[in-house]
Nanobody, 115 residues
């Protein structure tokens, strides 16, 4: 059974930082391009960052220059460093494979940016 467990979310003020983690199991992690997704209330889930097995990265324009995606293949873990957070970043953040079909979605981790 594939499991994707996100952690590290929380409440931060605008301009603050968070580091999210994604622990994967039941998956040959190092062969997949992985991504971080987010979904805000009333909006579609969107892909905000992706990383290839070798470490090549791409970002949505809305987060470029502020977020950094990384992975540790030996630990089956992926990270999202989020800096200069804005209220518009408020969402539930999920990790998954970046190509369809996606794996089953985990619970996600809530990020709230508010003063």
């Amino acid at each position: 059974q594939v499991q994707l467990v996100e952690s590290g979310g929380g409440l931060v003020q605008p301009g603050g930082s968070l580091r999210l983690s994604c622990a994967a199991s039941g998956l040959i992690f190092n062969i997949y391009t992985m991504g971080w997704y987010r979904q805000a209330p009333g909006k579609q889930r969107e892909l905000v960052a992706r990383i290839s097995p070798a470490g090549s990265t791409t970002y949505a324009d809305s987060v470029k220059g502020r977020f950094t995606i990384s992975r540790d293949n030996a630990k089956n873990t992926m990270y999202l460093q989020m800096n200069s957070l804005e209220p518009e970043d408020t969402a539930v953040y999920y990790c998954n494979t970046a190509r369809t079909p996606n794996q089953a979605w985990g619970q996600g981790t809530q990020v709230t940016v508010s003063s």
